[in-house]
T-cell receptor
Framework: DTGVSQNPRHKITKRGQNVTFRCDPI?????LYWYRQTLGQGPEFLTY????????KSRLLSDRFSAERPKGSFSTLEIQRTEQGDSAMYLC??????????FGPGTRLTVT | AQSVTQLDSHVSVSEGTPVLLRCNYS??????LFWYVQHPNKGLQLLLK??????LVKGINGFEAEFKKSETSFHLTKPSAHMSDAAEYFC??????????FGTGTRLTVIP
């Protein structure tokens, strides 16, 4: 399967802990996106990479959030000092052009 | 500024009857419009996209949508619903040069 993969699929953590999620995009895609989806809402854009460069960040991406894509391949999203409001599905997508983004299955984060 | 209004949060149809999911949009960016589908425990999948070519766009699984600029609408239709169509559907516009802006979604239920 050459789709977008995300790990872990589920993460339960206690408030105040740090968490890190990984996204492996489709190998030939140079664009990578992170979105967040809360219950009953559509996904909201967090950040965008072209190759290893982080070119765009949403205002939703507070100082506690950091994303990297060190070699232009996989990406990580870290949340420091998690809060209950961070509970959501975190989605990764990749594409070779803007008009068609391929989404992974997501990582569901629950902060207790 | 961009906005997407999905006029129905939940649509219920009987198997074999037509499907209509309504979407009105506003976007400052390129006139691209998308419909994505999200099945439970699966990643978001692109159903179809409009990129200023033909106003009637055909997508996967028998779905199509018509771009109506005068009405700022991009409604999704299918002549005959199948049980496997039950899912969450999102109308999407460009949120910027490098991201997507999702509507709040319409949950489609198909009754056998």
């Amino acid at each position: 399967d050459t789709g977008v993969s995300q790990n872990p699929r589920h993460k339960i953590t206690k408030r105040g802990q740090n968490v890190t999620f990984r996204c492996d995009p489709i190998s030939e895609h140079n664009r990578l996106y992170w979105y967040r989806q809360t219950l009953g809402q559509g996904p909201e854009f967090l950040t965008y990479f072209q190759n290893e460069a982080q070119l765009e960040k949403s205002r939703l991406l507070s100082d506690r959030f950091s994303a990297e894509r060190p070699k232009g391949s996989f990406s990580t999203l870290e949340i420091q000092r998690t809060e209950q409001g961070d509970s959501a599905m975190y989605l990764c997508a990749s594409s070779s052009d803007f008009s068609q983004q391929y989404f992974g299955p997501g990582t569901r984060l629950t902060v207790t | 500024a961009q906005s997407v209004t999905q006029l129905d949060s939940h649509v219920s149809v009987s198997e074999g009857t037509p499907v209509l999911l309504r979407c009105n949009y506003s976007s400052s960016y390129s006139p691209s419009l998308f419909w994505y589908v999200q099945h439970p425990n699966k990643g978001l999948q692109l159903l179809l996209k409009y990129t200023s070519a033909a106003t009637l766009v055909k997508g996967i699984n028998g779905f199509e949508a018509e771009f109506k600029k005068s009405e700022t609408s991009f409604h999704l239709t299918k002549p005959s619903a199948h049980m496997s169509d039950a899912a969450e559907y999102f109308c999407v516009v460009p949120g910027g040069a490098n991201n997507l802006f999702f509507g709040t979604g319409t949950r489609l239920t198909v009754i056998p």
